[in-house]
């Protein structure tokens, strides 16, 4: 399949400026790592530099291996650094941030995936500022509802997993332990554990999804209760990875974004460069979650 040539649509900015070093910094010294590092994310320079980041937790190896992402697969061995909880604390409080984003890669090396780990970073932002509001960006956790509930009890501010894609592309792109309905089924379980609790979820479009399979995805997500949810073009890491399909065009995204409002979504964040925790704490999110709907 031959390459595709960027449109002009898609521009990434290039990382620079003192909030960016200022945050780099502070990464390094707490020696956590981001996504927007490991999956090399285009919006790495805006978010950074206007002071969001999203750190993953359980170091930088996965145990699966979706054909989109540009983490590295391996066998982390069970290894958990018990000290990171505080040491995100720590950090956050440093960066000056109000909305923190916390995701993970996959940890099926783990009794429960790694979600007690997850519950105890929760734990020691809020602890320290309780003002912080927390996403965690949670796996599937195979589908455990015990697992689930470790993070629902820990009460962040809103649970994010991602369906990725639309339910037939799904065993072509993601990892064989994922599913679209077990993803749908995560979400569905924290919205039955605590209703209060923001769930959202992300797709990624430009890999041969159809406008109906894209329209039914949003509708399943509304179904299981999501509130928030957002969509951003594939972009292709490296020559390993699938190829885009197609590049498409912001007019598009807005008709989605608008039939996602329609649907009943409280937030709705539609674009090419959008990503799942694209600037997470866009000033309206930050508002609907302090001050409610
Ligand atoms: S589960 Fe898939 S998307 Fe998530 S970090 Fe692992 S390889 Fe990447």
């Known amino acids: 399949m031959q390459t595709l040539k960027k449109p002009v649509w898609i521009k990434a900015k290039i990382p620079a400026g003192p909030e960016y070093l200022r945050l780099r910094g502070i990464v390094k010294r707490y020696r956590l790592h981001t996504v927007c590092e490991e999956a090399l994310c285009p919006n790495l320079g805006e978010c950074w530099g206007g002071g969001t980041a999203t750190i993953m937790l ?13 983490v590295k697969t391996g066998h982390p061995g069970g290894i958990i650094e018990d000290d990171e909880p505080e040491r995100v604390a720590r950090a956050v409080k440093e960066m000056g941030i109000r909305f923190v984003v916390l995701t993970s890669v996959c940890r099926d090396d783990l009794p429960d995936g790694g979600a007690s780990h997850f519950a105890s970073t929760v734990r020691a932002i809020k602890r320290q500022d309780p003002n912080i ?17 470790k993070v629902v009890e820990a009460r962040p501010d809103v649970i994010a997993h991602n369906v990725e894609t639309v339910p037939r592309l799904t065993p072509q792109i993601r990892d064989r332990r ?10 569905k379980i924290v919205k039955e554990l605590d209703p209060t609790i923001y769930t959202k979820s992300s797709i990624m479009l430009g ?16 179904e299981a209760g999501v509130d928030i949810v957002t969509l951003g073009q594939y972009l292709r890491p490296t020559l390993n990875h699938i190829p885009v399909h197609e590049y498409v065009h912001p007019s598009v995204f807005e008709y989605y974004r608008k039939e996602a409002e329609r649907m009943g979504f409280l937030y709705v964040a539609s674009g090419p460069l959008v990503r799942s925790s694209y600037r997470a704490g866009e000033f309206f999110l930050e508002m609907l979650i302090r001050h409610g709907r």
């Open 207 to 222: 890999l041969g999804e159809t406008d109906e399979e894209v329209l039914y995805t949003l509708r399943r997500l509304r």
């Open 133 to 149: 509001l927390v996403e965690t960006l949670i796996p599937d956790f195979n589908g455990s509802r015990e697992a689930i509930a």
């Open 178 to 187: 994922a599913s679209f309905e077990q993803s749908l089924t995560v979400l």
């Open 58 to 70: 359980m170091g930088d190896i996965c145990t699966r291996g979706c054909r989109f992402c540009a």
